[in-house]
């Protein structure tokens, strides 16, 4: 049986016993939920409906999940068990059918379906816990014996087997494992499911959520209450039970995984169990190809932080497998290949974004190819060190560098390191916190409101809505002024307590009448609010709220998404709010439209990025506010400023159009069959609204903010800058209307002082600048011929020289050496060398009589982009044997080993590229 037919008969399976078939969701989770960077269980999507916060849409489901865990990165290769990425099928069940039925499903399924023996057929259930109060599960038990399984292939197994809960506290309830005995000729006769053995192999799991786990009054425990509803999550991994029903050893050999081991062979020319050193490359290879074709389909990009970093991790372990292999460079996009060919017919975004992956794939190749060579010979170094010192560690500040300069992931280093009977000395993560911290405080900007307190704030509104028993109906799509109710309100002071005494809940009419001093901050709930919540980007509308009768006035400050319901955060200006007051709720227009111009725009600018960049651009971000827009899009490299203004001209083009914008109900099928862009990391339902801009030909996007009702209306579109956000992250910047009005108009006013200045029309100022600036340079270099003769540097060509610098992620970067008779020659060059390439990252060096001499030079901005003159020089200066250091913006050093400077310059050159990509 196929992998593809143990899929599609269990989802049919369980559709025809009332389950709903739901697609896959994103390896990326939802947006608002932060427990994890990637998806981790079937049931991971899910987690708001087990939660009650969401309505699922039914109450029996069924999914084949694409999953991805980390916990296992390390013995991917290793073993021929672990997996990265894999497919969890999944039948659940919210408040409908409970254990008698689960476990009826789950026996009928392995036997008629699947084919098993019942013979084979050996369960676990929970054995009891005295500190949770609970006995065994006789319940399961019993039905399992009712079923035909004897009492002796009934095994109880420990809380920490059999007893599922996501934390300390919320649903929870113990669970039932189904094993596979696969005979005492792959163990012996005393093993039993639950233990460490190759004889059982557990196939399913099955969750029984019957409680809900809360800290005791004394906070030395846990309680546990009946749930007003019992669940079911049950999860069976695809990929471990096509080994069982395909009659094979491992995973590795299944229909899935074969066809990756044999790409390895073909471009290794090896074979798969000729040793252990290549079995494990070739395992390593088959899982990562998986999962980094997954994963950049679901538009992660590699990076150095969250599941960016996962990402990379996973493709430079696998390059690194790939070179001890001796592959052919571009190997990386030939296993992505035959991933969309494996499973593309199943997973269609696999094909659909295809040329993004390829991208992806194939730049982190070519960008960690060139510094591994360096660095695996530097980690070498110090391996040879540590053995001729006898000592059986390496410092951590060595394996920080590594990381810091050739890119390599720290927990490739230890691999690399237990290789050898290694391990690492002292605090890796330490040394990493203070880079980063490093890097937060040069970016920061000084915003209002730390993350803890925008949560505390959020917590308290989540707090006060679900106490008000009052939902919220959003009118914003279709009115500005609605005219509603006060639903509940709340009065809270900075320590986050009504103003007076005790704890200021909803209930009392005297506290929700009272008369307040203005400037009092209230949470408030109306029947009907026309404020949109901020939400994908967008911000929170603000406005006013006033009593019909005239006596209250409240300004909105904030408006707080809550699921599909919303609290607005307001100050009193006038009078008291009352519960049941009939009020007037006008949202600010002039920032509404503003804010729906920026909008609008940020689509048209996501359309012509994938137009004229390429369609590997997808959202990693936004800002969209009345005062400007800011997009962060995934692309590897800075913007040309000819492919900025071709896509501005773009935007343009198509805002004089003057395309009607219409926002469209309809299903989230139906959405992606018309190619509609979806926000990365957000969950939609069945029914979802999407953005059309025109026919649908160049813009269509899934997206719940308001916009203009044409282009037309947003006016002349004007980008400010184009940077980087993140490593393969840039971001732009924008404005649009009348703020992008005032900027050309002040662009016109600076342009005809600087025409005055120089006695001249302002449309000529820049030629009239262009003469000024060579006629400075002339001077300058007539002046320094005039007064350096023994410089020694005149038969360097600084022109020449300055030609051969490159640009590397959107950086200038020159690494030469030259021919000059000392260290302050060199000097000489650099700086004038610096005089002609402006922002740039520079290493020279030169060889004199025996001896090396190198310089560095950083600008600031590169600086602050991680590289640094004194670390580059530093990995230099290795190479020939030398040492050295300085500043982050200059340095110096120097080598015994002339013939090695080719490959010193080469090793700066990596090391500044490693830095710029990360």
Request: proline fraction near 4%.
């Amino acid at each position: 049986m196929t992998s593809d037919e143990i899929r599609e008969r269990y989802l049919s399976f369980f559709e025809e016993r009332g389950h709903r078939r739901i697609p896959s969701a994103s390896l990326v989770p939802s947006a608002h939920d932060h427990s994890a960077l990637l998806t981790v269980a079937g049931m991971h999507p899910l987690k708001p409906y087990f939660l009650g916060q969401e309505t699922p849409p039914a109450r029996r489901l069924t999914s084949c999940q694409k999953v991805f865990r980390t916990v296992d990165i390390d013995n991917v290769g290793n073993t021929t068990r672990h997996l990265t990425f894999f497919e969890m099928l999944g039948n659940f069940s919210f408040g409908d059918y409970f254990k008698h039925e689960a476990i009826a499903l789950a026996w009928e399924l392995s036997k008629d379906v699947f084919g098993f023996d019942q013979a084979d057929i050996w369960v676990t259930v929970f054995e009891g816990d005295e500190g949770l109060g609970l006995g065994p599960d006789e319940e399961a038990i019993d039905r399992w014996v009712e079923l035909g399984v004897p009492r002796t292939r009934i095994v109880q197994c420990p809380r920490s087997e059999n007893f599922w809960q996501a934390g300390p506290a919320g649903p929870c309830g113990p669970c039932s494992e189904l094993y596979i005995d696969r005979g005492e000729q792959h163990g012996s006769p005393g093993d039993l499911p639950g233990g460490e053995n190759e004889r059982f192999l557990e196939y399913w799991n099955l969750v029984f959520m019957q409680y809900d786990q809360q800290p005791d009054a004394q906070g030395a425990g846990s309680t546990l209450e009946p749930l007003p509803a019992n669940n079911i999550d049950t999860g069976l991994g695809l990929n471990r039970l096509a080994a069982i029903l395909q009659g094979k050893q491992s995973v590795f050999e299944t229909d899935q995984f074969q066809p990756l081991i044999e790409l390895g062979e073909e471009l290794s020319g090896r074979r798969y169990r000729e040793d252990f050193a290549t079995d494990r490359a070739l395992r390593i290879l088959a899982d990562h190809a998986r999962a980094m074709t997954f994963l950049t389909a679901d538009g992660v990009v590699p990076s150095n932080e969250d599941r960016g970093y996962v990402l990379r991790r996973v493709m430079r372990r696998a390059i690194q497998q790939g070179r001890a292999l001796e592959l052919e460079p571009g190997f990386l996009t030939r296993y992505g290949e035959r991933v969309r060919e494996l499973m593309g017919a199943t997973y269609p975004e696999l094909s659909e974004h295809a040329e993004a992956t390829d991208m992806w794939l194939s730049s982190e190749e070519e960008s960690f190819g060139r510094t591994l060579a360096q660095g695996m010979a530097t980690l070498r170094t110090h391996i040879e060190q540590a053995r001729s010192q006898a000592r059986s560690t390496v410092p951590a500040e060595e394996v920080f560098r590594l990381h810091d300069t050739y890119g390599f992931p720290y927990e490739m280093t230890s691999e690399l390191l237990a290789e050898e009977g290694l391990s690492i000395e002292g605090d890796f993560d330490t040394l990493m916190e203070q880079q980063r911290a490093r890097g937060r405080a040069g970016g920061r900007t000084g915003a209002a409101g730390t993350p803890s307190e925008v949560a505390q704030a959020r917590a308290a509104a989540s707090s006060f809505a679900a106490g008000s028993g009052v939902a919220t109906r959003f009118t914003g799509y279709e009115s500005e002024e609605q005219h509603t109710t006060v639903g509940a309100v709340q009065g809270v002071s900075a320590n986050g307590r009504e103003p007076g005494e005790g704890p200021g809940a909803q209930g009392g009419e005297d506290s929700q009448a009272r008369s307040v001093p203005a400037g009092t901050r209230y949470l408030l709930k109306l029947a009907e609010s026309p404020f949109y919540a901020a939400g994908g980007g967008q911000v929170a509308d603000v406005g006013t709220i006033e009593c019909e009768d005239g006596d209250c006035r409240a300004r909105v400050e904030d408006v707080f998404r809550l699921g599909d319901d919303q609290a607005l955060a307001v100050v009193v200006e006038q009078g008291a709010l009352r519960t049941g007051a009939p009020v007037v709720a006008r949202v600010d227009r002039q920032a509404r439209h503003a804010t729906e111009c920026n909008h609008t725009a940020t689509h048209l600018l996501q359309a012509a990025l994938r137009e004229l960049v390429g369609s590997h651009v997808r959202q990693a971000g936004s800002y969209v506010g009345p005062d400007k827009l800011r997009f962060d899009f995934s692309h590897g490299q800075a913007m040309s400023a000819e492919e900025l203004r071709d896509v501005e001209d773009r935007v343009n083009e198509w805002i004089a159009r003057n395309d009607p914008v219409r926002p469209i109900t309809t299903t989230l099928e139906e959405a992606r069959r018309l190619g509609a862009m979806a926000l990365f990391g957000e969950k939609y339902g069945e029914v979802v609204r999407m953005v059309q801009i025109g026919d649908g030909e160049y813009s269509r996007e899934l997206c719940g903010g308001t916009h203009v009702r044409s282009t037309a209306e947003i006016g002349p579109f004007r980008i400010l800058s184009e940077t980087s956000s993140a490593a393969n992250v840039r971001r732009i910047e924008a404005v649009t209307g009348p703020v992008a009005v005032d900027l050309l108009r002040e662009h016109d006013r600076l342009l005809g002082e600087i025409g005055a200045q120089l006695r001249t029309r302002a449309e000529d100022a820049p030629s009239a600048v262009h003469t000024l600036m060579q006629e400075r340079k002339r001077l300058e270099k007539a002046l320094k011929e005039g007064s350096g003769p023994a410089s020694g540097t005149g038969s360097v060509d600084v022109d020449s020289l300055a030609r051969l610098a490159e640009e590397i992620a959107g950086a200038r970067v020159l690494t030469a050496a030259v021919d000059v008779p000392d260290a302050k020659a060199l000097l000489d060059v650099l700086d004038r060398v610096k005089g002609r390439l402006k922002d740039a990252a520079i290493l020279l060096g030169t060889a004199d009589d025996g001896r090396v001499h190198l310089v560095a030079s950083v600008a600031p901005a590169l600086v602050k982009r991680g590289v640094k003159a004194g670390a580059v020089v530093k990995v230099a200066a290795e190479m020939v044997g030398g040492g050295g250091g300085g500043r982050d913006t200059m340095a110096q050093a120097g080598g015994r080993d002339p013939e090695k400077l080719d490959a010193a310059i080469d090793a700066a050159r990596a090391a500044i590229e490693s830095a710029l990509t990360a």
